[in-house]
């Protein structure tokens, strides 16, 4: 790829079930499945976004834990795989931490369960990340998905996940795991 | 696909870090995202293998909890995805199992972290796939992964999913979301 690669996990804005604006929590197993995922795949980090400080506390402890605590010693790999992994307040602040190690704001690419009129395909997204210009910023979704307000002020939109059933409720877990194959296996 | 898919998440016999035969305990994640990933490529059953009975009866009480239970009505689509998850003792059971449902013996396919002699690659196993013959079942480990003795038997062993970089730690999860997307996108 000739553009950097990063990701960030959204716990605000999101929708709920109603469709109402709220903030979910981080949780232990995305810090780590998404974490491993992402540094497999050569994303230069991972950012936990949310507003909410004690949030914040809880992942830089579960991240020391790995990094410096006892699991440094008991399983090396997650020192690794949980080194590119960093918290941010808000999408200003990934933006910040992106120019400061890229040189240069990201465009961000949204991920999402619905298609769009102006959703972007897989081989169409590789073959824009292999011509120059600015990092790439995938933004995943928790809850019930992205607030439509980050959606509108996307620069892509990445298709839709489909098997080859009417099912889409995949983890973004997998689903992350799906986009980082497709998008930047070898 | 020509042939009917099925998968299990194996608990015993399974290596620990140290190469040691022990059983791991099963999680409600390892139920609900692989669960989810399977139910979205068309997978018709996963198998949580476990010889520990009380471990059965967990699993039992979670999807009967989203089948049945308060979680049928809060989120129909978990109902969905956790109908084709179901527990066995071992792999005897599963290929029981299996024997009923499609009318003949599995073969098996082996995911590993490792790459073996006759490890098999995606766009073979897809072909095979499409050729008439016995269902598939793709065996995935936990702790450190499956037991030599498993793999020993399989009828084929898929290759490693390897990324961009020399890290290959993918959580099962994110492991089985990615195999099942490799050999059963449209």
């Not at 469709?19 to 992402?38: E, F, M, P, Q, Y």
């Not at 995938?138 to 009417?166: K, M, R, Y």
Request: charged share 15%.
């Amino acid at each position: 790829m000739l553009r950097n690669v990063y990701a960030a996990l959204v716990h605000f804005p999101i929708v709920d079930k109603h469709g109402h604006l709220v903030s979910t929590s981080v949780t232990n197993l995305d810090i780590h499945d998404i974490s491993r995922s992402a540094r497999t795949y050569g994303i230069n980090a991972f950012f936990l976004v949310t507003p909410i400080e004690a949030q914040h506390w809880l992942v830089n402890r579960i991240i020391g834990h790995w990094q410096v605590g006892w699991g440094s010693t008991y399983n090396p790999n997650r020192m690794d795989a949980l080194g590119i992994c960093r918290t941010a307040g808000d999408l200003g602040e990934v933006q910040s931490a992106i120019e400061e190690l890229d040189g240069q704001s990201p465009a961000w690419v949204i991920t999402s369960a619905k298609r769009y009129s102006n959703s972007i395909g897989y081989e169409n997204m590789r073959a824009l990340m292999n011509t120059p210009g600015p990092p790439i910023c995938l933004l995943f979704g928790t809850g019930w998905g992205l607030h439509p307000e980050l959606i509108l002020e996307a620069d892509h939109i990445l298709e839709p996940i489909n098997g080859p059933t009417d099912f889409n409720h995949l983890s973004v877990r997998a689903a992350a795991a799906i986009i980082f194959d497709r998008l930047l296996a070898s």
